[in-house]
T-cell receptor, first 112, second 111 residues
């Protein structure tokens, strides 16, 4: 079966660091995406990992361990505008037409 | 500017009516997707199309229909057979192996 797990909700303080975890069990793997979604809006692309390791992009970093079926999104120097849901998605292999399998998302609340 | 447009932003439907949601992209992407999102849940795939005149059912295709007559357009019809259609509908497109880009979404409410 296909399963992606993320915490439902997290709270953090402005200026701090937060790590959002994602674990997956899927029949095939061809990369992992992180998206940000503000309430009532469409998801926007944040990062993509296909090899093990850390990808850094400004205040956001994403890590992948394929052997553990695990990824995390690290947000530094949190700002109020980072309050949003963060969606983890695994891309299926070519034989499954590269479909994305989505987690339910983690709602991140930033407090002053 | 390149992007994806969806219309309308808000849509109200009476029970028993069919409605069609529009999705247009000028990114020259081959693949297009329709998702449904319910509160507190992830995105669920309704239909997708990898090429013009071809489309495939996703996980929750029952009660929905699509067409792909042009590369730029992928309209979704929500039929009266869909028993619980109130949701946020998102259209996306992508190149073959690239990330998916989303339109602004259509919020459908059944009265």
């Amino acid at each position: 079966g296909q399963n992606i797990d993320q915490p439902t909700e997290m709270t953090a303080t402005e200026g701090a660091i937060v790590q959002i975890n994602c674990t997956y069990q899927t029949s095939g793997f061809n990369g992992l995406f992180w998206y940000q979604q503000h309430a009532g809006e469409a998801p926007t692309f944040l990062s993509y990992n296909v090899l093990d390791g850390l990808e850094e992009k400004g205040r956001f970093s994403s890590f992948l361990s394929r052997s553990k079926g695990y990824s995390y999104l690290l947000l530094k120097e949190l700002q109020m505008k980072d309050s949003a849901s963060y969606l983890c998605a695994v891309r299926a292999p070519r034989q499954s037409n590269y479909q994305l399998i989505w987690g339910a998302g983690t709602k991140l609340i930033i407090k002053p | 500017d390149g992007g994806i447009t969806q219309s309308p932003k808000y849509l109200f439907r009476k029970e028993g009516q069919n409605v069609t949601l529009s999705c247009e992209q000028n990114l020259n992407h081959d693949a297009m997707y329709w998702y449904r999102q319910d509160p507190g849940q992830g995105l669920r795939l309704i239909y997708y199309s990898q090429i013009v005149n071809d489309f495939q059912k996703g996980d929750i295709a029952e009660g929905y229909s699509v067409s792909r007559e042009k590369k730029e357009s992928f309209p979704l019809t929500v039929t009266s057979a869909q028993k619980n259609p109130t949701a946020f509908y998102l259209c996306a497109s992508s190149g073959v192996v690239n990330e998916q880009f989303f339109g602004p979404g259509t919020r459908l409410t059944v009265l």
